[in-house]
């Protein structure tokens, strides 16, 4: 008896570990690779961007220069702010546009790393919204990548360090 309890108990053990890990809920914090629209929606409902941290070599607001600016302030995901010589995969990195007060938010600029997505162009998917959300362009963005390219060796980006 003694002997079918310890069957019993170690096999629910077993069991039950094997359900936990089969029906973990997955990560809501992963970006989906979609549109730029439902990338919104995560950015604002699910991992609200403008709680995320900014790179240490890129804090508060910066100056920055045509298409962008007049001042900037950069956010990035966890995934982005813990990634190393590249953005990992599921990286994003959002730049806030505003005007010279500093306070009138012009436009959205936002990268994500999707592997596979556009191996000779980093593999960025690229977007820009308006203030409200609204998407004004999205994808392999032509002007975007031809002007980032030159900063190809550090994964595309003007100020982050990777
Ligand atoms: C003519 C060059 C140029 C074009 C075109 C351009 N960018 Fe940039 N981008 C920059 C520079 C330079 C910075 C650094 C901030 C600054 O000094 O303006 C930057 C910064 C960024 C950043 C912050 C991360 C980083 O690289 O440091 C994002 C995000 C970004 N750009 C997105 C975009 C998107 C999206 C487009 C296309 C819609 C775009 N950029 C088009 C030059 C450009």
Known sequence: MKRFLTVVCISTIIFLFTACSLFRPVNQKTPPATSAAELWQFIKLKDNYSKWD??????GLL???????????IYANDIATGSTYTGRKGSIVIMENYEN????????NLMQKRPGYAPSAGDWFWA???????VLEEGKIKSCVECHVSMAFDDYTFIHKW
């Not at 007060?101 to 959205?108: R, V, Y």
């Not at 820009?128 to 609204?134: L, N």
């Open 54 to 59: 900014q790179f240490d070599d890129a804090e």
């Open 63 to 73: 100056q920055a220069a045509p298409p962008h600016g007049p001042l900037v302030k």
């Open 101 to 108: 007060d500093g306070k009138t938010l012009l436009t959205i």
């Open 128 to 134: 820009t919204y308006e203030p409200s959300g609204k």
